[in-house]
């Protein structure tokens, strides 16, 4: 980096007086002899007004070092939370599913009508997993399967959220269940 560099990030640090000695010494080479008539005061009073403003440009390059380290560090870090996030939220889901088609469909909170239940318990479905394994459009060839039992059948398995178990969900919906948005 270069001396310019340097005293430009330390601008804004340094009092203007510093930066006066700093910029007529590293870049324009002023004489110290010059700067002490310029500024009415001893040849060791400029060097150690240099020095201690050299002091406060390495430090503050050095907290420009230390914080670009960091970003990396941190993008590093981002970067294995963002591959470690997507694997749990993966494996997540899975077992969510897993346990979410294990559940008896008599424990299901859905205010189910006594012909869609009777419906369910004629086809012997017990768990979703059961529920799911048929394709949705098969439900229409069941006796007693019309209007009322698609849209309370819709219903459910919105209640349930289980929509992307079955193949067909959303154009079933459309067309069977048209009020629906």
Request: proline share 2%.
């Amino acid at each position: 980096m270069t001396n310019q560099f340097y005293l430009e990030i330390s601008k804004n640090i340094l009092s203007e007086r510093e930066f006066e000695i700093m910029e007529k010494i590293l870049i324009e080479k002023c004489p110290l002899e010059e700067l002490s008539q310029k500024y009415e005061v001893g040849i060791d009073r400029i060097r150690q007004i240099y020095r201690n403003t050299l002091h406060k440009v390495k430090i503050i390059s050095g907290l420009f070092q230390e914080i670009t380290r960091l970003k990396a560090k941190r993008n590093q870090l981002r970067k294995k939370y963002v591959s470690e996030y997507k694997k749990l939220s993966e494996k997540n889901i899975q077992c969510l599913e897993v346990s979410m088609l294990s559940k008896k469909i008599s424990n299901s909170c859905f205010p189910f009508s006594g012909r869609l239940w009777s419906i369910l318990e004629t086809m012997e479905l017990e768990t979703m997993e059961d529920l799911c394994s048929i394709p949705i459009r098969d439900y229409l060839k069941y006796r007693g399967f019309k209007t009322k039992c698609i849209t309370e059948f819709i219903q459910f398995i919105e209640f349930e959220n289980i929509e992307d178990q079955f193949d067909e969900f959303y154009e079933f919906k459309k067309k069977y269940f048209p009020s629906s948005k």
